[in-house]
């Protein structure tokens, strides 16, 4: 019913607080994303500065659907609660953690080890899939992001192009030496700057 009901939100949680410095754009803001789910942005602190007092005021606030946050290149590089302590804060409070992780496919573990909730990541950036995403994290918020196929993500649905090109994907990362990427990349990038 409650999918069916998306994104009218009468009646259920839905303010997602996120630190003012994750406040990004992706080639659309990220704000914008969490309205299309019928949620209402929170958005905690100033661009360079949000502090842990400033979360928990807006967890006490209540009627918090989850709590945000953005690992990426993209988000100000200083002032702002670190993931661990996010979670702590958070969970004590009793409210998810989803984590908007686009480019850390390397990282998903790390990312889930710190107790998230739920870790987003892309298909098509450092997996090199086809156009999707990866969801993971809690079975049942999982389960629940899966449930969209029936309501407001059916018109983003992917294909079953994209879920076998993830799927493939995951399976190679899984075999990959990552210390022997990393240096792989470390010397293209080398070999282009010695070029410049």
């Avoid at 007092?53 to 690992?71: F, I, R, S, T, Y």
């Avoid at 661990?84 to 984590?99: F, K, L, M, N, R």
């Avoid at 992001?145 to 029936?150: F, G, H, S």
Wanted: glycine residues 10%.
């Amino acid at each position: 019913a409650k999918v069916l009901q998306l994104p009218d939100t009468d009646e259920m949680p839905n303010r997602v607080i996120i630190q003012k410095g994750h406040c990004i754009n992706y080639g659309a803001p990220i704000t914008q994303a969490i309205r299309l789910a019928g949620a209402e942005p929170v958005e905690v602190g100033t661009v360079g500065r949000c502090t842990p007092e400033e979360l928990q005021h807006e967890l006490d606030k209540g009627n918090v659907a989850a709590l945000l946050a953005v690992e990426s290149h993209h988000t100000v590089p200083f002032g702002w609660v670190k993931l661990q302590e996010v979670v702590t804060i958070s969970h004590d409070a009793g409210v998810p953690v989803i984590v908007d992780g686009a480019a850390q496919d390397h990282r998903i573990k790390e990312l889930i080890d710190f107790g998230s909730d739920l870790v987003i990541t892309s298909a098509h950036k450092y997996l090199c899939s086809t156009t999707g995403g990866v969801v993971a994290g809690r079975k049942d918020l999982v389960d629940a992001v899966y449930l969209q196929n029936r309501g407001i993500g059916r018109g983003m649905k992917a294909g079953k192009e994209a879920i076998f090109g993830a799927m493939s994907a995951l399976e190679y990362r899984m075999q990959e030496d990552i210390a022997a990427w990393t240096a792989e990349q470390d010397r293209k990038v080398r070999l282009i700057l010695d070029r410049l």
